[in-house]
């Protein structure tokens, strides 16, 4: 059975920092193209950004919001993902969920529970 | 940046009811959409990718048609179950999501 349990979210104060972690067993890991997407109280879905497996070079893409404040990492030793989150502001107030690509295309069979992250003063 | 513009926003509907549900591209993306049904407090749930091919354990009520810069998810009986947002994604270009499709209860 696939599971992606995320933690380490919280609250923050703007300017601060937090690093979600999502550990995932019942695939291959290492082979996964993996994506944090994020959902503002009462709005819509938004892609964060992505690694891509091993065998495709383990680069990341990042959205623009986000781009040069977040980084994407992976160990794939402990099957785990990692969103390091900088420069927090209160637009990055979101559930972030830690999501499986299918594939080396970019939707998604499977979704972690979401970890809540608050950034206020 | 590809933006996806969902259509209606809202929509009110009965149990048995056909329900169409409209995603538009800002630029042409094939068939690389995928739709996904959420409900309050949860993760989303994947239903249909490539456009028009069912997920795996959805049910067959749920169907998806289009290409190019237009689609439709449609529900063929709307059962009580399916009240929810439902969303667009492409991955053409990197990803987006539409703003997603609230289906209420008339």
């Known amino acids: 059975e696939v599971q992606l349990v995320e933690s380490g979210g919280g609250l923050v104060k703007p300017g601060g920092s937090l690093r979600l972690s999502c550990a995932t067993s019942?695939?291959?890991?290492?082979?996964?193209?993996m994506s944090w997407v994020r959902q503002a109280p009462g709005k819509g879905l938004e892609w964060v950004g992505r690694v891509k497996g091993k065998t495709d070079g383990a680069t990341t893409d990042y959205a623009a919001p986000v781009k040069g404040r977040f980084t994407i990492s992976r160990d794939d030793s402990k099957n785990t993902l990692f969103l390091q989150m900088n420069s927090l502001t209160t637009e990055d107030t979101a559930v972030y969920y830690c999501t499986k690509g299918v594939g080396i295309v970019n939707y998604f069979d499977y979704w972690g529970q979401g970890a809540p992250v608050t950034v206020s003063s | 940046d590809v933006q996806m513009t969902q259509s209606p926003s809202t929509l009110s509907a009965s149990v048995g009811d056909r329900v169409t549900i409209t995603c538009r591209a800002s630029?042409?993306?094939?068939?690389?959409l995928a739709w996904y049904q959420q409900k309050p407090g949860r993760a989303p749930n994947l239903l249909i990718y490539k456009a028009s091919s069912l997920e795996s354990g959805a049910p067959s009520r749920f169907s998806g048609s289009g290409s190019g810069t237009e689609f439709t998810l449609t529900i063929s009986s709307l059962q009580p179950d399916d009240f929810a947002t439902y969303y667009c994604q492409q991955y053409d270009t990197y990803l987006s999501f539409g703003g997603g499709t609230k289906v209420e209860i008339k």
């Open positions: 630029r042409s993306i094939s068939t690389w």
């Open positions: 019942g695939f291959t890991f290492s082979n996964a193209w």
